[in-house]
């Protein structure tokens, strides 16, 4: 029913900056809490951050916080994550998420992108 597509990955150096791009389609996107996850190598699933259908608050994990933002625009159907001040730690493939629950907790996100990769190199 609704469909995630990121796009905005890449490499980058280390302190650089990279903007991450989520686009919904098939239902529109103020219909849903948004998120961004993460899977580094060798790592599970992390949790990244998640923005509610107002784009009125906001949730990030202790180690982006400060550098990640994560917005939306829902004229567009777009979910975006500015990241700034890259750190090593940072590389991996980042998913976007919808939730289907009104106001989720971290682990109620259902529908998901295919992923696209972050290199934060040296």
């Known amino acids: 029913q609704v469909q995630l597509a990121e796009s905005g990955g890449g490499l980058v150096e280390f302190g650089g900056s990279l903007k991450l791009s989520c686009a919904v389609s098939g239902r529109p996107i103020r219909t849903y809490p948004m998120a961004w996850f993460r899977q580094a190598r060798g790592r599970s699933r992390e949790f990244v951050a998640a923005?509610?259908?107002?784009?009125?608050?906001?949730d990030y994990i202790e180690p982006v916080k400060g550098r990640f933002t994560i917005s939306r625009d829902n004229a567009q159907n777009t979910v975006y994550l500015q990241m700034n001040n890259l750190k090593y730690e940072d590389t991996a493939v980042y998913y976007c998420?919808?939730?289907?629950?009104?106001?989720?907790?971290?682990?109620?996100?259902?529908?998901w992108g295919q992923g696209t990769q972050v290199t934060v190199s040296s």
């Open positions: 998420a919808a939730s289907f629950w009104a106001t989720p907790n971290r682990n109620q996100y259902n529908a």
């Open positions: 923005i509610d259908v107002p784009g009125e608050n906001t």
